[in-house]
């Protein structure tokens, strides 16, 4: 994720609760007949686990598993296990939080020797999130086949995923982040065996063959996706917050576009906490996902149901009124969490989707869902559906 995650087509959800008990409070094994017992904190164990379908940014097919496990003392949690498995049971399965698994603010470097003696850097790669010079998402390679001590950054081939081969001003700018790692500024003449350094393939004097991956600050101060997630699951047993605590920063915190140095709430973190960490610990503390009316209230020429569904940025209130012949007549959504240039575009007062949606209130199938915002769709015709079934 975020790094910001974009819009994923074709997403959907499933999830299956897998526990949830109470504990018993602690007692004396063998009291004294009349003896008041001792009582200990109430131990609670959690856990939900949910799939999220879609595909990556390549096109491919994914599925992440959101694990979120634990104990609490007293309503405080305890104990947390915080895990996203990609392909979890299929070909390929690994943890996001393996830095050898996700590629988010890591660097690659691979050194070989060959018969002759020589050196080949076949791959000097780093991979991360950049918002300058319209970078977004980026995955860059660098190689070069006569790798010498003299060899300088400028001769390495770089080029994006997509084959594009970058200019020195650009490269140098994105390397960058690997050489602060170093405090090395890194231009056209940095020598590359300085780089090799940092992930300990040049040491004492020579090259070490071998592969390496190292994880840097990223554009936002956030490392690794691991690390990221560690940052969180420290966050939250430091700062003695229950589950109904996590629930609230998921729904209200997301400083990943704020400069590290100004967050406030999950230091070391970039993760954007769209929908899917709601709903993870939404599901933790209640078994399964709400969808629904949740409040009624008479207005002017009606009444206005506010309705709570499950969009791409976790839960959608739509504001729904009906008049006394049980006809739509306004639908506004309070400011939520979906993507600003994609789902956000429904949502906005006076969409042309939310006036779909009044137009043909008599048969919501004609009303076809946004290519790019399906999930955001959807969450808006079934919070009209509830309300007006909940008018009849």
Not at 4 to 24: D, E, Q, V
Not at 216 to 237: N, P
Not at 276 to 292: K, N, P
Request: some cysteine; glycine content about 10%; hydrophobic content about 35%.
């Amino acid at each position: 994720m975020s790094k910001k995650i974009r819009s994923i087509a074709a997403l959907t959800l499933s999830f299956a609760l897998l526990s949830a008990c109470g504990g018993k409070p602690q007692e004396n094994p063998d009291p004294t007949p009349g003896e008041s017992q001792p009582q200990g904190p109430v131990v609670e164990e959690f856990s939900a686990e949910y799939e999220m379908f879609g595909t990556t940014s390549a096109g491919l097919p994914k599925n992440d598993t959101f694990i979120f496990e634990g104990t609490t003392e007293d309503g405080i949690i305890k104990t947390l296990n915080f895990d996203i498995i990609r392909n979890k049971g299929l070909e390929g399965e690994y943890s996001k939080k393996d830095i050898m698994g996700y590629m988010m603010n890591v660097s690659d470097a691979t050194v070989s020797k060959n018969e002759d003696g020589s050196w080949t850097l076949s791959a000097l790669n780093i991979y991360g999130y950049e918002e300058t010079y319209d970078f977004g998402q980026y995955m860059i390679y660098g190689s070069i086949e006569n790798l010498t001590e003299e060899t300088t950054f400028s001769e390495l081939t770089i080029a994006s995923y997509t084959g594009e081969v970058l200019d020195l001003d650009r490269s140098t700018f994105i390397y960058q982040y690997l050489g602060n790692e170093a405090d090395l500024v890194v231009t056209g003449d940095t020598f590359v065996k300085d780089l090799l350094a940092i992930f300990g393939l040049y040491e004492n004097g020579s090259f070490v063959e071998g592969t390496k991956r190292v994880s840097f600050a990223g554009y936002h101060g956030g490392r690794s996706y691991g690390e990221q997630i560690d940052a969180i699951v420290e966050h939250i047993l430091t700062h003695d917050m229950t589950l109904e605590d996590v629930y609230t920063m998921f729904q209200t915190v997301n400083q990943s576009a704020e400069p590290i140095l100004e967050r406030d709430a999950v230091a070391g973190a970039t993760i954007a906490f769209v929908g899917d960490f709601q709903r993870m610990v939404y599901l933790a503390i209640h078994g399964e996902l709400f969808e629904g009316v949740v409040n009624t209230t008479s207005v002017e020429g009606g009444t206005r149901y506010e309705v709570v569904t499950q969009g791409f940025g976790g839960e959608v209130e739509t504001y729904v009124t009906i008049d006394g012949e049980g006809k739509i007549t306004a639908i506004t959504v309070r400011d939520s969490q979906e993507t600003e240039d994609v789902g956000g575009k429904l949502t906005a007062e006076g969409s042309d989707f939310l006036q779909a949606l009044i137009d043909n209130q008599d048969d919501l199938t004609k009303v076809d869902t946004v290519s790019g915002a399906t999930l955001t769709s959807n969450a808006l015709i079934k919070a009209v559906d509830y309300a007006l079934a909940a008018s009849k």
